[in-house]
């Protein structure tokens, strides 16, 4: 029993080998090259532990340089599931959601391929024939049309650019005394309306485009109307036997060739913004047909390139086509494959820009194109007002519906530190004035001199300064922060269950060590897509993200392996309550070492000094901002943990100094 070529044909493309072997092997990361398409293994024919077996995803087929195995994904199924070859298509066809054709059940096979044969024939007839009509002298208007859009005598033969007669039956009547009428009824080209009228031609007074396959054929057209006043500017084909409009794209065959070697494609919007990338340089573009981008074209984009790029319009539509598309590409994002997005300038579209201004404005744009995360982030960002606390709350809950629908975890894991930093910097304050003193009024920079300016409070200690060697007044400040950020690390993933009462402070915490950052990042993400599991499974779903043992990391610090939950887990509101009172104690340390630096480099000051303002050495309002500063740090730990973490009376004496302004009568 035999199946048509194309049935074949598509199925491959639908279903990447490497899905089918990637469900019977686990693939080499150093070796493989997802982008590429390129994967190796051990071989699953023959018991071995290096990865000799190899899947090229572009040419679908598979070789082991052990025991000289190869073939394509039915080759493969049929050895692996001991199947026919019949059956083997079948478990294809179920992978790719496609219904096996009639003919494996029909004996009259035969005869549905005949008919698609002489379809394909009617449909290369009525090229030739809408050729003719465009050269002849009832195509001038729209060779005019044509030459007005800057299509060249090259381009029209290459695309086989067509006019179909302002005429009701022209089409019609060709077919008829040729005796093929049935057939063009059958392929969408003539319209037999159901009341029984006279047929009539489907394309009338358009410019016309033809729709090839990736084998070459034929398959549909789309017209273009040359009467601004039509109901429907752009017209396709029906549905037929030949032609699916969301498995099409324009341009597929050359274009798919071409990507080969660019290695991307561009996904315009239409027939002439394809033509004219083509003719300027950029062969590797293609177009869906009038509607939005569908699964199945989305899976043809990625058999061409790992990372399509999409041109828009660059107005309001094209920015509303880019965000409806980041909906449908999330769930079927892979390590490898996502989409890039190129905004044309305003009020333009390829083709208008190469007219305007030639294929390298197009390429400097190619350029500027952007990720799909950077795509994702403007949407769930843009004018959005985020100034109260419940209005962060919903950008947040949107936010984790976005990357929730992001189907391949370790992806979604990235998306996810990524955001969290973006949303870091989005809600961070705003950067103030370095300390100093500024003119009263105004101006140029304070002159030195006594009472020549007003103080003004520095900036707060940054990330930076928290890390610093000022900020070491024991000569072990860094060392003591990471140990304690890697005792807050290792007690959290131990005991998972707690994290649903402190993860926003985890996620909050400062992180002095970049290595200690980066785990503490996969750990909130692995419990965002995980939600609370055992430590183990936790463990692991962090060392697929990040790379490392997390367990075997923090354990190297010996402080935070000795810890009592650190090698056992607690009770969870218990350890929450914990981790919530360490966290504070380690971001007011870091407050504290900052601050400790700051007065140390404010007392070290002489009056007397070239580059010290006397005001600032004399004005009571500097050491008040001083005390202010320690005892806000100080209540805000108390308040974060619910207890103070200090019970030194350092708060009280700070309170009496400044109720009683002390410093104010020392001074004098």
């Known amino acids: 029993m035999s199946l048509p070529p194309s049935f074949l044909e598509e199925l491959r493309a639908r279903v990447p080998l490497s899905d089918i072997v990637g469900r019977k092997v686990t693939w080499d990361r150093r ?66 959601g496609m219904e096996m054709p009639a003919e494996t059940r029909d004996p009259r096979a035969a005869e549905k391929r005949d008919r698609d044969a002489r379809l394909v024939e009617v449909m290369e007839e009525a090229v030739r024939f809408f050729g003719r009509s465009f050269r002849a002298a009832a195509g ?111 341009n597929h065959g050359p274009a798919r060739e071409a990507a080969g070697k660019a290695g991307t494609v561009i996904v315009a919007e239409g027939y002439l913004d394809v033509i004219a990338l083509a003719m300027a340089g950029f062969g590797h573009a293609v177009a869906p047909l009038g509607t939005a981008i569908t699964e199945e074209q989305l899976q043809l984009l990625w058999r061409m390139a790992p990372e399509p790029v999409i041109a828009l319009d660059g107005d309001e539509a094209g920015l509303r086509a880019a965000y409806r598309l980041i909906d449908l590409a999330l769930p079927m994002l892979a390590p490898g494959r996502t989409l890039r997005f190129c905004l044309m300038p305003e009020g333009q579209d390829p083709d208008d820009l190469i007219r305007a201004e030639g294929p390298e404005a197009v ?29 962060r709350a919903a950008f947040d809950a949107d936010l984790k519906a976005a990357l929730g629908r992001i189907g391949d975890e370790g992806v979604r894991a990235h998306y996810t530190a990524a955001f969290r930093e973006r949303r870091r910097e989005l809600f961070a304050p705003p950067p103030r004035d370095k300390g100093g003193y500024a003119p009263r009024n105004g101006g140029g920079p304070a002159a030195p001199g006594r009472g020549r300016g007003r103080w003004r409070a520095p900036e707060g200690p940054s990330m930076g300064t928290r890390a610093s060697e000022i900020a070491r007044p024991g000569g072990s400040a860094r060392a003591d922060a990471r140990l304690r950020e890697a005792t807050i690390l290792l007690v959290a993933l131990v005991n998972p269950a707690a994290m649903e009462g402190c993860e926003t402070e985890l996620g909050e915490m400062h992180c002095t060590d970049a290595e200690m950052g980066r785990l503490r990042d996969a750990i909130l993400s692995a419990l965002a897509d995980l939600g609370p599991v055992e430590p183990q499974a936790l463990a692991e779903h962090v060392r697929a993200a990040a790379g490392v043992d997390p ?118």
């Open 551 to 668: 367990l075997a990391e923090l354990r190297r610090v010996p402080a935070a392996a000795a810890h009592p939950f650190a090698g056992r887990g607690g009770d969870a509101e218990s350890v929450a309550a914990l981790l919530r009172h360490d966290i504070a104690v380690h971001e007011t340390k870091l407050e504290r070492q900052a601050e400790a630096g700051a007065l140390d480099q404010f007392n070290a000051l002489k009056p007397g000094a070239e580059e010290v303002d006397s005001g600032a050495w004399n004005d009571p309002d500097a050491w008040s901002w001083r005390l202010r500063r320690a005892l806000e740090a100080q209540e805000e730990a108390a308040r974060r943990s619910f207890e103070e973490v200090d019970d030194s009376p350092r708060e009280s004496e700070i309170r009496k100094m400044l109720a009683e302004r002390v410093f104010e009568r020392r001074r004098r």
């Open 31 to 96: 070796k493989s090259n997802p982008a590429k398409g390129d994967f190796w293994a051990p071989c699953p024919f023959h018991q071995e532990k290096t990865p000799s077996f190899h899947v090229d995803d572009r040419k679908g087929f598979y070789y082991c340089f052990g025991c000289h195995a190869k073939g394509d994904a039915i080759s493969f199924l049929k050895e692996q599931e001991n199947v026919s070859f019949i059956e083997a298509v079948e478990l294809m066809a179920q992978a790719a």
């Open 140 to 250: 001038q208007g729209a060779r005019e049309y044509a030459t007005g859009r800057g299509l060249k005598e090259d381009a029209l033969k290459r695309f086989e650019i067509g006019y179909a007669p302002d005429a009701r039956t022209a089409l019609t009547s060709h077919f008829r005394e040729k005796g093929q009428l049935a057939e063009a009824v059958a392929a969408g080209l003539v319209i037999e309306p159901d009341d029984g009228g006279a047929p009539y031609d489907r394309f009338r007074g358009r410019l016309i485009f033809p729709i090839r396959d990736p084998r070459g054929r034929c398959i549909a057209f789309g017209g273009r109307a040359m009467d601004p006043g039509a109901r429907a500017k752009y017209l396709n084909s029906p549905e037929t036997a030949l032609f699916h409009k969301g498995r099409t794209l324009y």
């Open 363 to 391: 390429r400097r744009a190619l350029e500027a194109s952007v990720p799909l995360d950077a795509m994702l982030w403007r949407r769930e960002t843009e004018a959005k007002v985020l100034d109260t606390p419940e209005r």
